[in-house]
């Protein structure tokens, strides 16, 4: 083995910037990896945009992936194909069948494509003795993935709490710092600085954040999770009264991502705007940065933080990927994957039941509405200002919850003007 031969498919943002980090540190790349990483494939649709890096010589340039993904010349194949305008990851599932079925290494970004395929993908890996690796599909280069099936290998992990979306959290210490600032604004900033999922809208829904902590859960508790055992919320609703709440209680609005492992073995799920204590570790994670906490028998907690979005940490991430591959292939490691999600198991608690402490805003400038609504919340009312009515709800399940604002949007609330916000981490 005289270098490490990767076919990259998907030359966009974040996959020029892989290609310039190979090219600018070819050196400690050979270093740690022990032999070269060298690029032999690019594919994408096209390659007449200017992608502000030149791809090296020895790379060989095509519009068709299959080519590249099954050539005899390849020992990993990068995929940064993303999810399709459907929001599915069929593309990049169909690349990563022919890249494990030829045997390939399969080294992605695509949070879609391991939360909804990543036990099937691990079968087809292991079948073929080849390695699925996924570190940089959550927190970017934040080496979570490999904490989890190494240091943290001889724990059990009980629960994990995040904040897995660069975007958002970049979105949300934007409007706590400016309170003029749009929502729509605040997302064009994250898309310019190339934080953002082309649609934007698989960031400020949830979504992003749901299949990165069904990965994570799913690696963590031993799992094959999906998407739909979320209870899920994005921050589109969030407004100023939120930012302003929260800085006169001692508080910090994030996009929280948890997932609880039951004394039973079931995983509990959950995402959404969490107001968290001001003085918490993670209130402190800000702008484009990620952290994840990891509760665990017996080492304690556990955190790791870092660049959760951009070219610099997802090109870390792949490669940290290529790498591991790389000193396994070199030491002719025949199976050495050391942590899968495994197919077919599954158990999960819906957080329906469990009872949260919640804050609920409206807006209307219907008195005779405002005053129903509040009837219907039980007249616990804690601000008013201008159209915007906030209550507190000291106890109550997701499911009573839903049932509230079910009778709120069939007295005349629009859904899209009623802000609910979650009290997480707080010691009770
Ligand atoms: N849109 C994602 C984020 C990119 O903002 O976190 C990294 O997964």
Redesign the pocket.
Known sequence: MTSFRIALIGFGNIGSGLVRHILEKKELLAARAGVPIELVWIADKEFDRPRGVTPPPTAKLTTNWREAATAANVDAVVELVGVGPDGKPTLAADIARAALGAGKHFITAN?GLIAAHGGELHELAAKNGALLLDEASVG?GIPIISSLQTGLAPDRITAIHGI????CNYILTQLDADGSLTMQKAIADAQALG???PDPRF?VEGN?TAYKLVILASLAFGQELNVGDVALDGITRLGPEESAYAKANGLAVKLLASATQLPDGSASLIVGPAFIPATHVLAGVRDVFNAVLIDADPIGQTMYFGR??GQGS?GSGLLADAIFAAKLQKAGAPDPQPLRIPRGTRKVTTPDQAEHRYYLRIRTSDANLAQQAAAIVGNRKIATEGPSQAFLIDRISQAALDKMLGKLVAAGIPSDTICKVRFALHQT
Request: aromatic share 8%; charged share 30%.
């Open positions: 949070k970017a897995v979306n660069g975007t934080y953002a999922e960031d992003d959760g979005a997802t």
